[in-house]
């Protein structure tokens, strides 16, 4: 690719990313509402709300593929999970639209399905549960780009995103942890197949104890081969275990199903 895309990208997963996306394309725009830091000799930065429908026509100008981490990563206020997660997905989706339909890699969660236990084992057909308002964005942001899709055959990866961190730090994550390596290959996979359509992919390492079946997108050659088995012997001998009557025991999504609606006054 001549130009590609990063949002979020002065946020944890997007700066995990940046250095390790410089293969992908001559130019990485990277942007964030936030701080970008140093750009580094490949990268452009620009400074984008999602929100603004015009500056996100911009963003979207002259780029060959989109990775999108941008948006609220928590539960948060509707407030600001509507202005970043579900009219800043519109916004970008229209941008694409209108600059040539550029592949998008589009950052889900497993908070989608949050609901389900944790001895569930899920493939991609399982119906919605999320877990929270976050949760909920993300089911939003999976049905826009599934009709993006079949009105106009802009193509994405609705990528249902566990724990992507250098390493997993619960027993939970034990399960949902995805390593930045696994990650840098599932992109590439993303943008090099030759017809993608709008898949949801589970976004985990080859974990023992994963929860979720990606078989359906074998297609796309992506192998992961992190595992985060190796770091139980220091999680269980550093990190309490919750009881388990704990909600984070049992669903998947964890702590966010305990999580409140969070008043806008607050």
């Known amino acids: 690719m001549k130009r590609l895309l990063l949002t979020g990208a002065a946020g944890g997963l997007g700066s995990a990313m940046r250095g390790r996306l410089k293969d992908m394309a001559d130019i990485l725009r990277v942007s964030d ?28 100008e002259g780029c060959d593929g989109i990775i999108h981490l941008g948006g609220i990563s928590v539960e948060d206020k509707f407030s600001k999970i509507l202005n970043a997660n579900l009219l800043g997905l519109h916004n970008l989706y229209e941008a694409s639209r209108a600059n040539g ?50 009105k106009f055959g802009q193509e994405t990866a609705l990528v249902r995103i566990g724990s992507c961190m250098e390493k997993p730090k619960n027993h939970r994550m034990l399960s949902t942890w995805m390593s930045y390596d696994d990650f840098l290959s599932m992109i590439e ?78």
């Not at 140093?38 to 929100?51: Q, R, S, W, Y």
């Not at 359509?197 to 796309?220: A, E, K, Q």
Request: charge should be negative; proline fraction near 8%.
């Open 33 to 60: 509402i936030a701080d970008l830091g140093g750009l580094a000799p490949h990268e452009e930065g620009v400074i984008c709300d999602l929100g603004d429908r015009a500056a996100v026509d911009k963003l979207v």
């Open 101 to 150: 339909m550029p592949r998008i890699l589009f950052a889900s969660s497993n908070h989608t399905i949050g609901f389900y236990r944790q001895d569930e084992y899920l493939d991609h057909n399982a119906p919605l549960r999320p877990d929270g308002l976050y949760g909920v964005s993300k089911c939003f942001g999976e049905a826009l780009a599934r009709m993006y899709f079949d």
């Open 189 to 266: 996979c993303i943008f090099r197949v030759p017809r993608l359509g709008c898949p949801v992919i589970w976004g985990c390492s080859n974990n023992d104890t994963r929860w979720w079946d990606n078989s359906h997108v074998s297609y796309l050659g992506w192998h992961p081969r992190d595992n985060a088995e190796r770091f139980r012997a220091e999680i269980e001998a550093t990190v309490a275990k919750p009881a388990p009557d704990d909600p984070i025991a049992i669903y998947q999504g964890g702590p966010f199903v305990r999580d409140p609606i969070f008043a806008e006054d607050e």
